[in-house]
């Protein structure tokens, strides 16, 4: 993240929380602007099966390893281009499998201490997704609030003429 866009970040905070307060609502993350488009985002990723993985022990947990970070590149590169509906949907399959498939598997856990750096490594990812998540949303919110302004600013100026 440049400097400049972690300005742009907390100027739009700023300015979506005084709207907030203003109008006597809280900032809570359930009425964000973004929420329609992420819950569709969601909804169209659970549809296509991709995102439903069964974590057998019968598979040595590195492939399972590798393949996370298969997806965590993914959800990298997605940011990076600018795409924030594929880096969201990315780290979303990324800290599901993370969080609740890889748990399962009976290696996990293991004391071994190439296991546990693997481990590590996964856990250290995990945080820099959902920091991610968190600043993509934020993002998404500052285009839903772009596309509804906009809109009135067409509404208001076809009244006009």
């Known amino acids: 993240y440049t400097a400049k866009t972690r300005s742009q970040h907390r100027i739009f905070l700023q300015m979506y929380h005084e709207e907030q307060i203003s109008n006597n609502n ?13 819950q569709l985002l969601v909804k169209a990723d659970s549809k296509s099966g991709s995102s439903q993985i069964i974590v057998s022990d019968m598979i040595p947990i590195e492939r399972y390893y590798a393949a996370s970070d298969k997806v965590f590149s993914a959800f990298q590169e997605s940011f990076e281009k ?6 969201y949907v990315f780290g979303k399959r990324f800290a599901r499998f993370s969080t609740e498939c890889l748990p399962t598997h009976d290696s996990y856990k293991s004391s071994d201490a190439y296991f546990k750096r693997l481990r590590r490594k996964n856990v250290d990812d995990v945080r820099a997704v959902l920091d991610g998540l968190e600043y993509i949303t934020s993002l998404m919110d500052m285009e839903e609030m772009g596309k509804s302004s906009a809109g009135s600013t067409n509404a208001e100026s076809r009244e006009c003429s």
């Open 26 to 38: 809280s900032f809570r993350k359930s009425n964000r602007p973004s929420n329609k488009r992420r």
């Open 82 to 87: 600018g795409d924030l509906d594929g880096a």
